[in-house]
């Protein structure tokens, strides 16, 4: 089920398993420790203490993209319906029928494939098509539309600070300022498409993953953005670590099957020096960092999600998507970890004791 890294020492066990009736699309955690799950064949499933509820059964199309509010009291989920199913979710122990359906945002025909919540209030921000709609649970009204208008909106990330949101698409990153959403974006300017983008913690420095193999990193309010290179193969997933203030956090990337950690030098002028990482064989479909360690979690076609301690060796293979996996998600307090498997497993690991101190 799980194979232990070089110092013998076991991470994370196993926990729980079970499975949805296709591949599982997307894994999000509440600040209460519920786990919310979706998978391709329409599935909306909330986990507590070892018990599945089904908030959306199987036979409809695709739902891709879940979250859950920064206060964990509304669950959203959307999908290839164009629909967006907002539910309100009561406090824990989760009684099936507190949870509601409270609103159903029908944008057909556009996909609905990107969302999620400001980390500082109940605004939910998703893609249709070339455009983001921010809607306020609260009120359940529309705040309002930002056009991307290059192309559809391929990513799109609150910073954390809750000051601003960045929408990725062709040509760069649109970066609008949710005090006065009238204002014109700032424009992080590319020669190709970014296909994800990602704040550090700290809201310090925002990150491009690129079409054209290239990560563009910008200290936020400077003009000039380093540039890393190198890349096989487009980059699919960016992750930021945390770290004290005095440092700045490391940034992962994958492309393909390999992993590259980067992490900048003391002297601006020295830029930022990658580690790669190498143990897939196949692409990785997903890179998280730990919340509140450098332990960073790689997951993959080829079936084996690594644990890498320090972003540097790995510590630990965990096992159980034989199809591959497909998507993962720390706990918020960084004790569970959970994955989705492309033949619909979705796993569920807790923290050893005995492997304490890995980050």
Request: net charge negative; hydrophobic share 45%.
């Amino acid at each position: 089920m799980f194979g232990v890294g070089t110092k013998g020492k076991v991470l994370f066990q196993p926990h729980w398993k079970d499975s949805l009736s296709e591949y599982v699309t997307a894994v999000a955690w509440s600040p209460d420790g519920l786990l919310a799950a979706s998978s391709a064949a329409g599935e909306v499933v909330v986990w507590q203490d070892g018990n599945l509820l089904s908030l959306l059964p199987a036979g409809l199309v695709s739902v891709d993209c879940l979250a859950f509010s920064v206060d964990g009291k509304f669950l959203a989920a959307g999908g290839q319906d164009g629909k967006v199913r907002v539910w309100s979710i009561p406090p824990t122990p989760l009684k099936e029928q507190e949870v509601k359906l409270i609103a159903t945002l029908d944008n057909a025909p556009s996909w609905v494939d990107k969302l999620a919540w400001s980390p500082t209030c109940n605004h939910l921000a998703f893609s249709l098509g070339p455009y983001v709609q921010i809607w306020d649970a609260d009120s359940q009204t529309v705040i309002t539309t930002l056009p991307f208008a290059n192309s559809s909106v391929l990513d799109l990330a609150w910073r954390p600070n809750g000051e601003s949101i960045a929408i990725a698409g062709n040509g760069g990153v649109k970066v609008w300022s949710t005090i006065d959403w009238d204002d014109d974006p700032y424009l992080i300017d590319m020669p190709s498409a970014s296909i994800v983008t990602a704040w550090s913690g700290d809201s310090k420095y925002i990150a491009s993953g690129n079409f054209d193999n290239t990560i563009t990193v910008l200290e936020y309010g400077f003009p000039i953005p380093w540039v890393m290179r190198g890349f096989a193969g487009k980059i699919s997933n960016l992750t930021w670590s945390q770290r004290g203030a005095s440092d700045a956090p490391l940034l992962a990337a994958s492309s393909v099957e390999s992993i590259a950690v980067w992490k900048k030098e003391a002297d601006d002028n020295d830029g930022w020096n990658a580690n790669v990482l190498t143990l897939h064989e196949r692409k990785v479909q997903a890179l998280l960092f730990h919340p509140h360690s450098l332990l960073l979690a790689s997951a993959a076609d080829d079936g084996c999600l690594c644990l890498w301690r320090g972003a540097k060796q790995v510590g630990q293979i965990l096992e159980g998507a034989r199809g591959g996996f497909s998507c993962l998600a720390w706990s918020q307090d960084g004790k569970q970890l959970a994955a989705g498997g492309q033949d619909g497993e979705l796993i569920v690991w807790s923290e050893s004791k005995r492997g304490k101190g890995f980050g």
